[in-house]
């Protein structure tokens, strides 16, 4: 077969996502025709500050916050930054102990770790064997000098869906800001910032079908916040930087239409997701999910094979047009036990056999008989090759 | 600079971290909400604004209260005149 005729299932979503016809068409006019500065003084400007604060308000309608409370990033990690430096450094010295869950995204972890740096404690929380964090856990670890917690909405690895409102609550009770990560839920998830009682928000536009370059942070209202980019009256001096006008009309109008899809797409890829789960583990032995079976991601399907190298199995996959990842796509590079999975406890050797898959509304459940066709072949073969692996099982159960 | 205390205060603005120009363009904003008479109390960290809203408020037709210096802050009131 041709490459050109090859099935394509794209399934690694999380890594990257199509911008949406409607939003790519929302954006258009402002490379070129409506090019104006927001902060200009003139009616080309006004007109385009005028869109820019609709936008705001489509974001802040999707999570049920004020318009006031959203600052437009250039993604969720700088999001993420925004949060944790900007909190820490307006109580800067006032309170030296960070605490963050053992399975952030980097831009979480890293950000922490810099406070290390500054002679700040991090505390790293330790989740169960399904990723969870555990509510009388971060209670009992909380301290007066606690300056900010973070605790990501949901894993991007193994899917798992953290109890925010519970978490929130604990930190609400001692007076500890608390900040979420909810770049993996946004769009597929409803997410409601009161009903959540955090302080701080992080997401961004790929999940919800907006481009890459745009993400926005929530910030309760009355949350004081050390800026990270100083600069102009942009964000009400609170991120400096002209204002990437076609990103966040391509945000807005993505929000838009999440607001209006989310149950939808959410059945579509909850019911996507389960079949997939229930064939992978029916049809390939030794294979394990990774992560909570219930409190998942709508669209997050991610299994440790037993005797596999991942990245093998990634590059043999996409060979028959299944695109997949091995865990987050930034850290899936560096070619190193993902942290994520031996914080839930998966022992090395297993870990090393991590595949996601990350679907979207566009998967179909042709592009699942897709992967079924070639994933217990893939694996077989791999397993043929492998030192670990001998007449149809594991040399030792490494499970 | 007037310096005062225990002055009361309707509605306050929190401008703490932000730079120049920020307080001079948020505080006329707000005040539109206020009806006149009363107060607006303004926090921030940037020294510029002990001369720049008093005169704002000069040129803008707004009453200047006065300063009062907390701890990691000044306070400053304006009564709506207009």
């Known amino acids: 077969m041709k490459d050109s005729q090859k099935k394509i299932a794209y399934m690694d979503h999380a890594a990257a996502t199509p911008v949406k016809g409607p939003v790519l068409k929302a954006m258009l006019p402002y490379f070129d025709r409506d090019f104006a500065n927001p902060s200009t003084v003139y009616d080309l400007g006004f007109q385009v500050k005028r869109v820019v604060e609709e936008q705001r308000a489509k974001v802040a309608e999707l999570i049920g916050a004020d318009p006031e409370e959203i600052i437009f990033t250039s993604s969720g990690a700088e999001a993420n930054n925004l949060a944790i430096k900007g909190t820490i450094f307006s109580r800067f010295k006032k309170a030296k102990r960070i605490i963050v869950s053992a399975i952030e995204h980097h831009s979480v972890l890293n950000s922490a770790r810099f406070f290390e740096r500054l002679d700040y404690e991090v505390t790293f929380l330790p989740v169960d064997k399904y990723g969870l964090v555990d509510p009388e856990r971060l209670k009992k670890t909380l301290d007066q000098d606690t300056a900010l917690v973070s605790i990501m909405h949901g894993n991007n690895e193994v899917g798992t869906i953290e109890p925010i409102r519970e978490l929130a609550t604990v930190c609400r009770e001692h007076g500890v800001p608390f900040h979420t990560d909810a770049v993996a839920t946004i769009g597929s998830v409803e997410i409601d910032v009161h009903e959540m009682d955090v302080d701080l928000l992080s997401l961004s ?195 | 600079m007037k310096f005062i205390e225990n002055q ?24 539109e909400g206020l009806k006149r008479g009363q107060v607006l109390e303004i926090l921030t960290d940037y020294d510029g604004a002990l001369e720049d809203i008093p005169a704002w408020c000069a040129k803008s037709g707004q009453e200047f209260i006065g300063i009062k210096e907390d701890n990691d802050c000044y306070k400053l009131y304006i009564r709506k005149v207009k």
């Open chain 1, 205 to 399: 536009g790929p999940p919800l079908g907006a481009p890459k370059g745009i993400g926005a942070l929530y910030f309760r209202k009355n949350t004081r916040l050390m800026p990270l980019i100083h600069g102009g009256i942009q964000e009400r001096g609170r991120r400096g930087g002209t204002e990437n006008v076609p990103g966040i009309v391509g945000l807005g109008k993505a929000a838009e239409l999440a607001k209006s899809s989310m149950k939808k797409r959410a059945a579509h890829l909850t019911q996507l997701r389960d079949t997939l789960i229930a064939n992978v583990l029916e049809k390939i032995p030794h294979a394990y999910l990774t992560g909570h079976r219930e409190r998942r991601l709508p669209g997050h399907a991610s299994f440790c094979i037993e005797a596999i190298e991942g990245e093998a199995l990634i590059f043999m996959l996409s060979r028959n047009g299944i695109y997949v990842n091995t865990g987050s796509a930034c850290a899936s590079k560096a070619l190193k036990t993902s942290p994520v999975l031996v914080a839930l406890g998966i022992p090395a050797a297993l870990a090393q056999g991590s595949v996601v898959f990350s679907l979207e509304e566009t998967n179909t459940l042709d592009d699942i008989d897709h992967v079924m066709k070639h994933l217990p072949t893939v694996v077989e073969r791999l397993r043929a090759m492998s030192p670990i692996w001998k007449n149809g099982a594991p040399v030792a159960n490494m499970a």
């Open chain 2, 8 to 31: 009361k205060a309707d509605d306050t603005l929190d401008l703490v971290f932000r730079m120049c120009p920020i307080h001079l363009l948020e505080p006329g904003e707000r005040l």
